[in-house]
């Protein structure tokens, strides 16, 4: 897979502060731009209009919002949206039972991160997305 550094990170994230801290972090480790989201409906229309190198999704059990973005998943991973259906997808969750796990492993999702996460991993996972 060789990706593009041009090509921008997608972030899909309901909390305006974890927003700011995850696109601030991929900036000044020169992962590049930074698209964000705070909606499936948002980000699915980023996916539609333009090419991604990555997302970064959250995904909340508790908030309902699990169906919503793995059909997001899912439809990066069918081909149906301007990206790569190969591109990395790393989950942000609050908490990951094992009934999420096993929905996410058949989508390829590099790496669930369970907030709040160390901010050493986070850079892996954007260093990973951007290299």
Same mark, same amino acid.
Not at 113 to 125: G, T
């Given at each position: 897979?060789? *990706?593009?550094?041009?090509? +921008? %990170?997608?972030?899909?994230?309901? #909390? /305006?502060?974890? *927003?700011? !801290?995850?696109?601030? !972090? /991929? ?10 989201? #705070? ?7 980023? =996916? %539609? ?12 059990? $508790?908030?309902?919002? !699990? $169906? ?19 591109? +990395?997808?790393?989950?942000?969750? #609050?908490?990951?039972?094992?009934? =999420? =796990?096993?929905?996410?492993? +058949?989508?390829?999702?590099? *790496?669930?991160?369970?907030? +709040?996460?160390? /901010?050493?991993?986070?850079?892996? /996972? %954007? ?5």
């Amino acid at each position: 897979m060789n *990706r593009s550094r041009n090509l +921008p %990170l997608l972030l899909l994230e309901p #909390s /305006a502060l974890l *927003r700011q !801290t995850v696109a601030l !972090t /991929a900036i000044s480790i020169g992962a590049g731009s930074v698209w964000q989201a #705070s909606n499936v409906r948002e980000a699915q229309e980023l =996916l %539609l209009a333009r090419q991604f190198a990555g997302a970064v999704v959250a995904v909340d059990e $508790d908030e309902g919002s !699990t $169906d919503g973005v793995l059909q997001l998943i899912e439809a990066i991973r069918g081909g149906k949206l301007a990206s790569a259906a190969d591109m +990395p997808v790393y989950v942000l969750a #609050s908490a990951c039972s094992r009934a =999420l =796990l096993e929905k996410l492993h +058949p989508l390829e999702v590099q *790496r669930v991160l369970i907030k +709040p996460f160390k /901010a050493r991993l986070l850079i892996e /996972a %954007l260093s990973s997305i951007s290299s």
